[in-house]
């Protein structure tokens, strides 16, 4: 099954910083990826999907993908308070396995 | 809207009760899932249903039983609670075909006593 590896932080990051979260994977299968986002209390609700080598951006939101190195990134321009959650990178399968995702804290 | 439905939102239970989690999607997603999440813990797997007539268990299936009554309604049955399934639970659907990913009910928060 497709898992992946994620610091479960917290990391805490200054308002209007670049937010930088990490995500490996070890099946070189895996070739599009999801990004969920999940505040405290709630459910994930996703926010970025990667399907390609390279960057794709929305908005703040830049998404990351290097299948030869098998990491996905998710940078966040411009952090906002709000932007504080935890954030789960998940490989898209019939059946996702979700690691615990990284908890970030953006610093007023 | 359009979305997954989940009940109830909160349940408090005895011991060895039963009770069923119910979850329903308007978006005709064939595939549906249920999953568990406790305290400084990921999302776990615990039965999904890639389409109508199926079902499958995930990562931690037992103490737990599944219905997928039709394409639209997915429940998650406790036969007998344990305390160690105090947690909250979420329901999602995806349709495979079209690579969105998953939506997610509102979740059940269930405490077991």
């Known amino acids: 099954q497709k898992e992946v590896e994620q610091n479960s932080g917290p990391l805490s990051v200054p308002e209007g910083a670049i937010a930088s979260l990490n995500c490996t994977y070890s099946?070189?299968?895996?070739?599009?990826f999801f990004w969920y986002r999940q505040y405290s209390g709630k459910s994930p609700e996703l926010i970025m999907f990667i399907y390609s080598n390279g960057d794709k951006e929305d908005g703040r939101f830049t998404a990351q993908l290097n299948k030869a190195s098998q990491y996905v990134s998710l940078l966040i321009r411009d952090s906002q308070p709000s932007d504080s959650a935890t954030y789960l990178c998940a490989p898209r399968d019939d059946k996702i396995i979700f690691g615990k995702g990284t908890r970030l804290h953006i610093l007023p | 809207n359009a979305g997954v439905t989940q009940t109830p939102k909160f349940q408090v239970l005895k011991t060895g009760q039963s009770m069923t989690l119910q979850c329903a999607q308007d978006m005709n997603h064939n595939s549906m899932y249920w999953y568990r999440q406790d305290p400084g813990m990921g999302l776990r797997l615990i039965y999904y249903?890639?389409?109508?007539?199926?079902?499958d268990k995930g990562e931690v299936p037992n103490g737990y039983n599944v219905s997928r009554l039709n394409k639209r309604e997915f429940s998650l049955r406790l036969e007998s609670a344990a305390p160690s399934q105090t947690s909250v639970y979420f329901c999602a659907s995806m349709e495979p075909k079209r690579g969105y990913g998953y939506t997610f009910g509102s979740g059940t928060r269930l405490t077991v006593v």
């Open positions: 099946d070189r299968g895996s070739q599009s």
């Open positions: 249903s890639a389409s109508e007539g199926t079902t």
